[in-house]
């Protein structure tokens, strides 16, 4: 991880660089929730791994058990 983390509205944010590739990276930890919320993320980071579309931004999805689930995006900076 290349950077100090940022909140985000479930989890923690860090930018990273793919050794694979040499580029940035955004990898978000959220930690498994109660049952509930935590079926409703599932859910909706599936969407984001299989909708295609200009304005989403897809991501590769893996889970760790102990942690939760853990995304990887493509880093984006926006200006203010």
Do not use: W
Not at 31 to 57: G, M, W
Request: some cysteine; charged content about 20%.
């Amino acid at each position: 991880m290349d950077s100090c983390p940022l909140g985000g509205a479930y989890g923690i944010v860090y930018s990273a660089t793919d050794r694979a590739t040499n580029q940035g990276v955004a990898v978000k930890i959220i930690p498994f929730l109660q049952a509930e919320i935590t079926k409703r993320l599932a859910r909706e980071i599936y969407l984001l791994y299989e909708i295609e579309h200009p304005n989403i931004v897809r991501c590769a999805v893996s889970s760790n058990k102990k942690r939760g689930f853990v995304l990887r995006l493509p880093l984006i900076y926006i200006k203010s």
